[in-house]
């Protein structure tokens, strides 16, 4: 019996048990086995597979509600196509359709534009799992800012919270609670057991968006964390924006070690020498809150006079690394990340630069 309430017949032709690391054929199961059956080509999670002559189904597993939502397109930054083996809108509209058929908690819809599709997920680690999967595949495209799924009540805004538990070295809880507390994340609980100190917050599923990689960079890696859907309450008020403007390039090429030199002052990068870019990719962090337009790409000019000096050995700061995930984190509504096999780039929306 399906979860909606209907009915499909089907004849059980293969029942397996498991034992360890082995499969075994057996005629009957017990309660707690778990067992593979074949038979009934189009059974969904939370169906009940019973006796044709019983017609009283299991309640239906409830599933937690999507969260967090975002746009996945078809890549159109001047290096599409590049790396990717799946670039279309068709191939990426047959990869979400198959990924929904087990995974239960994701959501895709279509939007205005054919090229573009709204994915909506348990969380940032849950689509971000999604995202990476689909790159080891060989998929190429571009997502969004995420976004969370709000609900209006009676004209009042709600938003998702959720419950946060930690498990951190005493020497770092304080630092811990500043951080949630810059997130709207409000003490639930807090015990002290040993070494370490366990926590318990409150907070909007926003304040959750990029906390994983700063929670290790915290811990040096030894904090531990795991959160489940709270309930809806009304608006928590503003996160405050922790980051500047951005570093755009202004020409397309390949970053040289002159340029990124002599831009240091400007910013931190995300890129090396050596990296290639395109005018509109975000190659760094501007050092104030205003975006700034730079070339990366500039060589320095040669001439038949040789410095007294001789040849000087040129150090520069080693580079940002932007995974995915702190990608995820970091973009403003305007901006994209670029998925690809081999990269994840970051680009303004609309690559012009005035």
């Known amino acids: 019996m399906r979860t909606d ?12 048990t498991f034992r360890g690391l082995k499969r075994l054929e057996v005629t009957e199961a017990e309660v707690g086995d778990i067992v ?5 080509p189009d059974a969904n999670i939370g169906d009940t597979l019973a006796d044709a002559t019983e017609s009283l189904a299991l309640p239906p597993i409830e599933i937690a509600e999507p969260t967090l939502q975002m746009t996945f397109s078809v890549n159109d930054s ?12 068709r191939q990426l509209r047959e990869r979400l359709q198959r990924e929904i058929q087990s995974n239960v908690a994701l959501r895709v819809e279509d939007m205005e534009s054919t090229d573009a599709f709204l994915v909506s997920g348990r969380g940032e680690l849950h689509l971000g799992i999604l995202i990476e999967t689909m790159r080891r595949e060989g998929y190429e495209f571009q997502i969004s800012k995420p976004r969370v799924i709000c609900k209006n009540n009676d004209g009042q805004l709600y938003e998702p919270f959720e419950l946060l538990s930690l ?4 020497t770092w809880s304080g630092s811990i609670i500043e951080t949630l507390g810059r997130r709207r994340g409000e003490l639930r609980r807090l015990e002290s057991t040993s070494s370490r100190t366990l926590l318990e917050f409150l ?38 924006l922790q980051r500047n403007g951005v570093l755009i390039a202004s020409e397309e090429g390949e970053a040289t070690t002159y340029a990124l030199m002599a831009l240091e002052d400007r910013g931190v990068f995300f890129v090396k020498p050596g990296t290639k870019v395109y005018r509109g990719m975000i190659v760094g962090e ?19 006079v040789r410095a007294s000096t001789g040849e000087e ?22 901006e994209l990340i670029e998925v690809a096999p081999r990269s994840v780039r970051l680009r303004k929306q609309k690559l012009e630069i005035r």
């Open 286 to 304: 501007h050092t104030r809150p205003r975006d700034l337009a730079v070339n990366v790409c500039k060589f320095k000019k040669l001439t038949n």
């Open 203 to 240: 907070l909007p599923a926003r304040g959750l968006i990029g906390f994983r990689s700063e929670l290790v960079r915290l811990t040096r890696g030894t904090g531990l964390m795991s959160h489940s859907f709270f309930a809806y309450q009304p608006w928590a008020g503003d996160i405050p």
């Open 36 to 40: 593979a059956v074949a038979g009934f």
């Open 5 to 16: 309430g209907s009915f499909t017949r089907g004849k059980v032709t293969k029942l397996f």
């Open 313 to 334: 050995l040129v150090r520069i700061h080693t580079p940002l690394e932007m995974t995915l995930e702190r990608a995820m984190e970091y973009i403003q509504d305007d």
């Open 78 to 89: 001047p290096f599409a196509g590049r790396e990717g083996r799946y670039v279309t809108s």
């Open 167 to 170: 498990d951190v070295p005493d």
